[in-house]
C-alpha cells in the first residue's frame, strides 16, 4: 500500500471528478488578486475548523450563494436578519461564531480597504512574513483566525509556500502565476 505523505500525494489517487482533485488542481496556492475571492476563501478556511475540507468543498458554491458571492461590501452590511438566515441555511455551516466572524471579518476588510486601498494590497504590503508573523497579526485584526486557519488561508492564496510539493504536476503552474512567496521585497 502507498504510502500518503501530502495533500498532493492523496489528491493524485483520486478519481478526476473529486472536489479534492478540482481545488487541488485549480485554485489551491494560485494567487488570488480579487478581495471578494480572498474573502470568499477565508470564510472557507474559517469554516472549516473543526471540520473535514471535503465538508467546505462539496458546500462552497452554497457558502457562495448564501454569503451573496462573497462580496465584501454587502456581507459587511448584513445585520440581524441575514445572520438568522445564516444560522437557518442547512447548505453552510450553521455556526455562531463562525457567521459573526464571517459579519465582522467583512467589516474590517471594508476599513482595511479604506486605509490601504484593497484588501490584497493590505496583504502585499506586509509580505513576506513568517507563519507566526502572520498569526499574529491576523488574530490582532480578524475573528476566528487562529494558527492553521492563517496559515491555510495564506497557502491556498499563495501568500506561503506549501501548498504544492515540487514533483506535483501543478506546481509549475502555480510558480507561472507568480505567487507572493516567491516575491522578496527590496
Known amino acids: 500500500m502507498q504510502q500518503i505523505t501530502t495533500y498532493c500525494h492523496a489528491v493524485a489517487l483520486m478519481e478526476t471528478d473529486n472536489v479534492h482533485k478540482i481545488y487541488h ?3 489551491y496556492g494560485f494567487p488570488l488578486d480579487d478581495d471578494n475571492e480572498l474573502f ?3 470564510i472557507l478556511e474559517i469554516n472549516q475548523a473543526g471540520l473535514s475540507w471535503t465538508t467546505i468543498l462539496k458546500k462552497k458554491e452554497n ?3 448564501a454569503y451573496d458571492g462573497f462580496d ?3 456581507v459587511s452590511q448584513y445585520g440581524e436578519k441575514d445572520f438568522t438566515r445564516l444560522l437557518n441555511d442547512a447548505g453552510i455551516i450553521r455556526n455562531r461564531l463562525k457567521i459573526n466572524a464571517a459579519i465582522e471579518n467583512a467589516k474590517k476588510i ?3 480597504k479604506e486605509e490601504a486601498g484593497s484588501f490584497k ?3 502585499d504590503d506586509r509580505h513576506p512574513l513568517t507563519k507566526e508573523e502572520w498569526v499574529k497579526i491576523f488574530k490582532k485584526t480578524f475573528k476566528f483566525t487562529g494558527g492553521e486557519i492563517v ?3 495564506l497557502m491556498s492564496a499563495g501568500y506561503l509556500p506549501g501548498a504544492h510539493i515540487k514533483e506535483c504536476s501543478v506546481y509549475k503552474n502555480v510558480l507561472a502565476a507568480k505567487p507572493m512567496w516567491l516575491v522578496k521585497k527590496k
Open 25 to 27: 488542481d485549480n485554485e
Open 40 to 42: 470568499g476563501r477565508l
Open 63 to 65: 457558502f457562495f450563494n
Open 72 to 74: 465584501v461590501f454587502k
Open 110 to 112: 471594508i476599513a482595511i
Open 121 to 123: 494590497k493590505w496583504l
Open 151 to 153: 496559515n491555510e488561508f
